[in-house]
């Protein structure tokens, strides 16, 4: 059975551009799993050191650049967790 293929927008702050990858984000997770990355919507993919503090009454997390990203209901178990690596 062939892996779903997906085209995924990826935001490279080092770099400071925008890499197209032919990855679905389930597998972009897998290969990240181990570098402090997590999902917190279906259309996201957040790295831990970056995230300023998130909000989950507002489904919210705010980044260090100032950016606000959605947290979906099915991730919020998983950012609950993270809480205590941001105070």
């Given amino acids: 059975m062939l892996d779903k293929i997906s085209l995924t927008l990826c935001h490279s702050k ?6 197209l990858i032919r990855l679905s984000l389930k597998k ?10 997590e999902q917190t919507h279906r259309k996201y993919l957040v790295n831990g050191d970056k995230i300023k503090e998130f909000n989950l009454t507002e489904n919210t997390v705010y980044l260090q650049s100032g ?3 959605p947290i979906s209901d099915r991730y919020k178990r998983t950012l ?8």
């Fill in 80 to 87: 609950n967790s993270w809480q205590h690596m941001l105070k």
């Fill in 28 to 37: 972009i997770k897998e290969i990240l799993r181990t570098k402090n990355f």
């Fill in 67 to 69: 950016k606000q990203l």
């Fill in 14 to 19: 080092c770099s400071k551009s925008k890499h």
